[in-house]
């Protein structure tokens, strides 16, 4: 009965290795020594030789015959070669003195060029050139199929099959997968999860065909060392100082689940949970467990789960979720950049007129409910139309962001900034006294007096100023509007003062310093 193995297995491998190694040695003694003539080489040889003799005939010749008898030598070496198509002797850098026969150029195909070197009296005088017939054989076509290129492609395929059919057969008789009864295998060839048995050395006794579709290799053949498969060789875990997992179970007797491991690399990758239990009599002493552990275990089974669906799966659920929360990060911006646009002037950065009323109603409310004072602080920059009149409106769109920053930057968190109308601005201060607010307004002043005009590329430096009306309540009757009145009247009258100053509502002006 034939051996029942598949077309390229373990036994084909060692056959093509055996079959290699020899070839290789014959070719190598063949490389050394000899064995199988080639003709081309030999006639190339043969040629080079007579070419070299012919040389140094001439060097012999040429200092006691003249250019007669050098022509008559050449023209005998050609009716003797007859496959020499031509002869020429040139001195070194000029034209040639004897020859017999048209030289062709030497970058003609199919033709063999020589060049010998010529001496007299020691000295390089010129060149012996020849130009010989193509050798036969010598083209790819004939060399292909030669002898010296065939004989190693034929002896590596006659041994490849009888290696085969010899090993088959012997290493047939000690294949442990005969013992197995057709019902058991079937039944193990039905399970899904790879599942392996090895003995105390590691070595695979029993293999089902779902190792080979987890693994997708076939080389996971019984008899093998399972370290000696790539592919296992090649599993990572998590833990790389960690022993494998079949390891810990033969050499210390003790069962391990679930163990993650990787094989093969990028999208190819299969993620597997690898689970080993020592095969052994069970040992109820405690003493006996010891000893057992110690010793090792019998063998192991080795269970498979490929759990690579499963994981690409939770990959992917993974990336939705990273792009849901990603499109929900661009909403909350996009909302971010709506209420923005919707509550500030895009100028300046400030509160809108609605947006103040808004929150400034609010926060009034909040502080009269609690007792605290409120204070509303108007603001003009003075003579603004000067400055879209002389220097034009970008220079008067750069003076209201230089003041805006100004008052951006000093306001409180509490505090509200807003851009009332063209060069006006309001501020509203919570918790702010009399005195308190007063002195804010005033140190706004001071600050749009003394660097408003920094940030305004223009020579000569422009000098900005700007009039400051405050007005403070704690009454749950003064509306905020009403409020902001009694600032606006104090701005106009620091206007009617001689602006670039602060003025409290029903109080005397507050000079400049």
């Known amino acids: 009965m034939m051996p029942r193995l598949r077309p390229f297995d373990t036994i084909s491998r ?3 290795g055996l079959a290699a190694l020899v070839v290789l040695c014959l070719v190598t003694i063949d490389a050394l020594f000899g064995l199988v003539a080639d003709p081309a080489a030999r006639e190339a040889d043969r040629r080079r030789a007579v070419s070299q003799v012919l040389a140094d005939q001439l060097m012999v010749a040429a200092t006691r015959l003249g250019e007669r008898e050098v022509q008559q030598m050449l023209d005998a070496f050609r009716r003797r070669e007859t496959q020499a198509l031509a002869i020429v002797l040139r001195p070194t850098g000029a034209e040639p003195v004897a020859g017999s026969g048209i030289l062709q150029p030497a970058g003609d195909v199919g033709r063999m060029h020589l060049a010998v070197p010529v001496q007299l009296q020691g000295r390089d005088w010129g060149a012996l050139e020849l130009q010989w017939q193509p050798i036969p054989g010598e083209g ?16 590596f395929l006659g041994m490849t099959v009888l290696l085969r059919l010899y090993l088959g057969r012997v290493l047939n008789q000690l294949d442990p997968s005969g013992t197995v009864p057709g019902r058991v295998r079937t039944a193990y060839n039905s399970l899904t999860e790879g599942v392996m048995i090895l003995d105390e050395h590691g070595r695979i006794l029993l293999v089902n065909e779902a190792v080979a ?7 996971v053949s019984i008899g093998r060392q399972i370290e000696d498969i790539a592919v296992f060789a090649s599993m990572r875990q998590d833990d790389p100082s960690r022993p494998l997992p079949w390891r810990m179970a ?18 190819r990758a299969r993620i597997l949970l690898v689970s080993c239990a020592p095969l052994g009599p069970e040992l109820d002493n405690p003493i006996e467990r010891r000893l057992r552990r110690r010793k090792g275990a019998e063998g192991c089974l080795v269970v498979l789960a490929d759990q690579t669906s499963l994981e690409r799966a939770h990959e992917q659920l993974s990336r939705a979720l990273k792009d849901l929360q990603g499109a929900h990060e661009q909403i909350r911006l996009k909302n971010e950049e709506l209420f923005r646009l919707a509550t500030r002037d895009p100028m300046t950065g400030c509160l809108n007129r609605r947006a103040f009323f808004e929150q400034a109603g609010a926060l009034k409310e909040r502080c009269n409910l609690e007792g605290r004072p409120v204070a509303a602080v108007m603001c003009d920059i003075d003579h603004f139309k000067s400055f879209n009149d002389r220097y034009g409106h970008a220079i008067g769109d750069e003076v209201i962001k230089a003041v805006a920053g100004i008052y951006n930057g000093s306001a409180r968190e509490a505090d509200l900034v807003c851009r009332y109308g063209g060069e006006e601005f309001c501020v509203l201060l919570p918790d702010c006294e009399e005195a308190v607010a007063l002195a804010i307004a005033d140190t706004l002043r001071r600050l749009v007096q003394d660097t408003a005009g920094d940030g305004i590329d223009h020579d000569p430096r422009l000098t900005i100023t700007s009039s400051f009306g405050v007005a403070v309540t704690r009454s749950t009757r003064v509306g905020l509007e009403a409020l902001i009145d009694q600032a606006d009247q104090a701005l106009y009258q620091s206007k009617r003062n001689g602006r670039n100053r602060c003025t409290l509502h029903e109080e005397k002006v507050a000079e400049p310093a």
Do not use: K
């Open 14 to 16: 060692i056959a093509v």
């Open 140 to 155: 790819w076509p004939q060399r292909l199929l030669s002898l010296s290129t065939l004989w190693p492609l034929l002896c």
């Open 213 to 219: 579709q987890i693994t997708g290799r076939r080389d």
């Open 250 to 267: 033969l050499e210390n007797a003790v069962g391990v689940e679930r163990i993650r491991m990787v094989i093969g690399e990028g999208s």
